[in-house]
């Protein structure tokens, strides 16, 4: 009898410490916190969701200003939209960077968050020459 409750201790240890590494994993975003943006030459990096927004950090790694403006989908496993946010229109130097924090979110926050996958689309992208 001893055996039989020592051996399902041990079952529940096991089972509590696989369920801990299933919530760890995920925890984090199936989606990477910095990149490239497509078909421009701007960088992300602190990629976060929470309810307040989307927070990011944009950098212009051209070596001429721009007027960019960005859309931010994120999608599930199916490709279906779980929500969205427009990076207004703005013009940034070459070389600069601008943090956005708390950008609004038109969805859930934490289907977005927890999302497959996101997709940056660029909405306006004009090299600046003066």
């Known amino acids: 009898m001893k055996k039989f409750f ?3 201790r041990a079952a529940v240890i096991i089972l ?4 801990g590494v299933m919530v760890s994993v995920r925890a984090e ?12 030459e701007i960088n992300y990096s602190e990629l976060s969701v929470s309810k307040g927004g989307v927070s990011v950090r944009l950098t212009n790694t051209s070596a001429a200003d721009v007027k960019v403006s960005l859309k931010l989908t ?6 279906n939209s779980l929500g969205y946010t427009i990076f207004g229109l ?10 956005i924090s708390n950008n609004y979110l038109n969805g859930k926050w934490k289907a977005c968050r927890d999302s497959a996958r996101m997709d940056f689309s660029r909405m306006t ?3 600046l020459y003066y």
């Not at 975003?29 to 497509?38: E, F, L």
């Not at 994120?74 to 490709?79: M, Q, S």
């Not at 703005?90 to 943090?99: C, I, L, N, P």
């Open 16 to 19: 509590a410490l696989a369920m």
């Open 29 to 40: 975003s199936a989606w990477p916190a910095d990149g490239a943006i497509p078909g421009t």
């Open 125 to 127: 992208y004009e090299p």
């Open 74 to 79: 994120f999608l599930d496993r199916e490709g």
């Open 90 to 99: 703005r013009e940034m130097g070459a070389g600069d960077s601008v943090t």
């Open 6 to 8: 020592i051996a399902a």
